[in-house]
């Protein structure tokens, strides 16, 4: 049986507080160097976040997360021709990034953060990524609980792609994100991880992002910050790719490409 080559989403966050390089790509010379590394790496898809989602994060106004994100949106744009992603949960940024050139809306609420967020997505006709998430990013850690996180998780996300579906956004660009660390528990993200294929099942590409996540520090002590995390990063990746992810979205291209790429090579003797 041949395997779809799993896809690579970069992380491009034009933030002062990101849980992994808040700051480090702040300024938009910055952040466009860093695009353009990632495209040269390897990167599919560029995934531009102007407001911070990690637990605890303070939510940013549509005009900000508009300026910090427009600018970069028609640089990259304007010197590739790949995919550009805004990750984002409003609809108006939403609207101005595709204006910009994005074709891609990932919103880490699933098109539930405004009630204009379904129609925006189905005027703009772009494609749509909906992430699986309990409460919001300042409370979401505080104490998730589920009786079956696979089974909930799964019938949450199947009901949105429904919404969206009737709302008119057409059935073929809608992806699913299981959320990993956004309302889990390191049990929970496992448990998500080991069970992917019942996503998967759903009938439409799911997009599993793991990287460089807290959980694997608590498996792991040894991977205190963020940028200690590679090894895990990768783990995850594969296994995500392994259990039918069409696209992991990563902050280490170069490394997530090659390690794709050996995992590929393996498959292809296996078959």
Known sequence: MAHQRTRVMGIVNVTPD????????????????????????????LDIGGESTRPGAEPVGEDE???RTLPLIAAIGARWDGMISIDTMKPGVARAAVRAGAGMWNDVTALTHA????????????????????GDPRTMQDDPRY?????????????????????????D????????????????NLALTARLETLV?????????????????????????????????????LEGARRGAAMVRVHDVRETVQALKLQAAVRAVAV
């Open 18 to 45: 990101s849980f992994s390089d808040g700051g480090l790509h702040a300024t938009q010379e910055a952040a466009l160097a860093h695009a353009l590394r990632l495209i040269a790496e390897g990167a599919d898809v």
């Open 65 to 67: 997360e508009i300026a």
């Open 115 to 134: 009630p204009d967020s379904l129609a925006t997505a189905a005027e703009l006709g772009c494609e749509v990524v909906l992430m699986h998430m309990k």
């Open 147 to 171: 009786d079956d996180v696979v089974a909930e998780v799964a019938a949450h996300l199947a009901a949105r792609a429904e919404a969206a579906e009737a709302a008119g956004v057409a059935r």
């Open 173 to 188: 660009r809608i992806w699913l994100d299981p959320g990993i660390g956004f309302a889990k528990t390191t049990a929970h």
């Open 201 to 237: 099942a759903l009938g439409r590409p799911v997009l599993y992002a793991a990287s460089r996540k807290r959980s694997i520090r608590e498996i792991d002590s040894t991977a205190a910050a963020p940028t200690d995390r590679l090894g895990g990063s990768l783990a995850l990746a």
